[in-house]
């Protein structure tokens, strides 16, 4: 789905697999998203062939391991992909319109984003109020009196007391929850449809945490905000999303509403994923964590990149790279346990319930070079 050349208007046909939510008139729809880093070593497929949408209002939450490619994700939607990275195909719509191709400039001030660190957000040599009001400049046109009251009020909806005072004051003064809160103070001054949070609470300790997850979503229901909210933490996935994308190696592996994700998650890595939350276990499952790491993907996908990882993987896991599938309404995943055509190669080459033992090396000699 290469939009290299292409008319970025031109209707797409839209791969019904690859799209979980239906259709509709999406806030933002994503659609075959291919990001890459060109190193001096190799191409960095960070971003591989990924497709979404959120609707306006509602909190999609992308979850995966360090490396999965949720940042570059988030840095794509907002066009901050600089050198030597470079969106190389794929369509970005925002409210419809094409946002790939430099187009992002009409929208800025639609889409806001919060980062994971609140230090590295905010500027130590102006006053939170100064930010605040240099934003709602840019973004809203709004100066003089009408910036300073509107800079109060922004510092009050984020929950920050003696607002009037606090505007005045520089961001060192401020405790990392209140300036967390200050940082999304800055972001709502520019009236955005959409705020994407990378990891927002990351930094925070776990009460602030839990302060900062309320605040987003008082804010959501008091400003009909849509939400992508970045984690690597399935516990806040359940606490703030409403649907669920689940990303590893670059790829969107499973998506779904997060009440059908918890209760039938489909691919074995949100399984895995499922399993690490602290005192969650899920029925029938075999992976307390998940060992091993996140490869890096350099190439494009010819098997499934989680396949060495995983305890349900077969032999064609290693020669055929799954799709995103309709496992249910709503509800996609990308392996080759739910495609047809592959239910023989689990007699013939199952590796299932082998992964932890030595034995690894009889269960594939018909299996080709798996390590
Ligand atoms: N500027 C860059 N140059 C080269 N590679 C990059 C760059 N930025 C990201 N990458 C690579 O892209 C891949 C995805 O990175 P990304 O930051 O999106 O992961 P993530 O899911 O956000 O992880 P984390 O949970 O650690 O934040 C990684 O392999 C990373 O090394
Ligand atoms: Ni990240």
Redesign the pocket.
Known sequence: MAADGADPHAERPVDEAARADGGGDALLEVEGLTTV?H?DKET?R??DDVSFSVEEGETLGIV????????????SILGLI?S??VIESGSIRFRGDELTGDNWDTHRGDISIVF?DPSNSLNPVYTVGNQIRETLRIHQGIRGQEAREEAVRLLESVGIPDARRRVTEYPHQFSGGMRQRAVIAVALACDPDLLVC??PTTALDVTIQAQILELLDDLQDEEDLAIVF?T?DMGVIEETADRVNV?YA?EMVESAPVGELFDRPQHPYTRGLLASIPGRTVSGDRLPTIGGE?P??TAEATDCRFADRCPEAFDACERVHPEPIRVGPDHTAACLLHEEGYEHDLDAGDLRGEGTTDGDADAVADGGDRA
């Open positions: 880093f190193t960095i960070a971003v995966g391991e360090s490396g999965s490619g949720k940042s570059v994700t988030a840095r600089d030597p990275g994971q990378d990891e970045i690597h990303m670059g996140v890096t993907p």
